[in-house]
T-cell receptor, first 111, second 112 residues
Framework: GEDVEQSLFLSVREGDSSVINCTYT??????LYWYKQEPGAGLQLLTY???NMDMKQDQRLTVLLNKKDKHLSLRIADTQTGDSAIYFC???????????WGAGTKLIIKP | NAGVTQTPKFQVLKTGQSMTLQCAQD?????MYWYRQDPGMGLRLIYY???????DKGEVPNGYNVSRLNKREFSLRLESAAPSQTSVYFC???????????FGPGTRLTVL
């Protein structure tokens, strides 16, 4: 079946760039999403990319999509303490409206 | 605009008890969703409602029922709670099924 995989943890120094990776199995994705979950809060959409795009940039965020390798990444430039959160990757399939979610990557910021 | 609200924030139940989790949105969205979030796993869709008057099963519907009371409200009911239903439950809504989903703050449920 469909599957989305992410590493559970990523640790970076404040001011460095963070790169969170995600792989997925279903090639019929239409949209791929990055959501952010801060402690004790719900999920908030950070950014998304349409499956026919390779890259999307939005201020400090850069999303790269390699459709051939089914690999999605989220780069956060100049990582700040406020970026501490769990980041979820999700794909929307062409076949139905359900989102397939990764388990989330907890981003830990070291001073 | 409050967005998506959920009540209660926390709940502890004994095995076999029943309860209803409430969700409301004030964005005039047509579609609403219930997810559960378990440690080390992605969100899993329990039920969704494409529009007022319709509900459909998601990935993990067993042990749950839902009611789309009106356009604003979508409740999730556990008729006979089991420890396996210990989880964080999120409600979400979107304009239509294809659109961005907005999430509530979650309900942390423990079943003893």
């Amino acid at each position: 079946g469909e599957d989305v995989e992410q590493s559970l943890f990523l640790s970076v120094r404040e001011g460095d760039s963070s790169v969170i990776n995600c792989t997925y199995t279903d090639s019929s994705s239409t949209y791929l999403y990055w959501y952010k979950q801060e402690p004790g809060a719900g999920l908030q959409l950070l950014t998304y990319i349409f499956s026919n795009m390779d890259m999307k940039q939005d201020q400090r965020l850069t999303v790269l999509l390699n459709k051939k390798d089914k690999h999605l990444s989220l780069r956060i430039a100049d990582t700040q303490t406020g970026d501490s959160a769990i980041y979820f990757c999700a794909e929307k399939l062409d076949s139905n409206y359900q989102l397939i979610w990764g388990a989330g990557t907890k981003l830990i910021i070291k001073p | 605009n409050a967005g998506v609200t959920q009540t209660p924030k926390f709940q502890v139940l004994k095995t076999g008890q029943s309860m209803t989790l409430q969700c409301a949105q004030d964005m005039n969205h047509n579609s609403m969703y219930w997810y559960r979030q378990d440690p080390g796993m992605g969100l899993r869709l329990i039920y969704y409602s494409a529009s007022e008057g319709t509900t459909d099963k998601g990935e993990v519907p067993n042990g749950y029922n839902v009611s789309r009371l009106n356009k604003r409200e979508f409740s999730l009911r556990l008729e006979s709670a089991a420890p396996s239903q210990t989880s964080v439950y999120f409600c979400a809504s979107s304009e239509v099924l294809e659109d961005e989903q907005f999430f509530g703050p979650g309900t942390r449920l423990t079943v003893l």
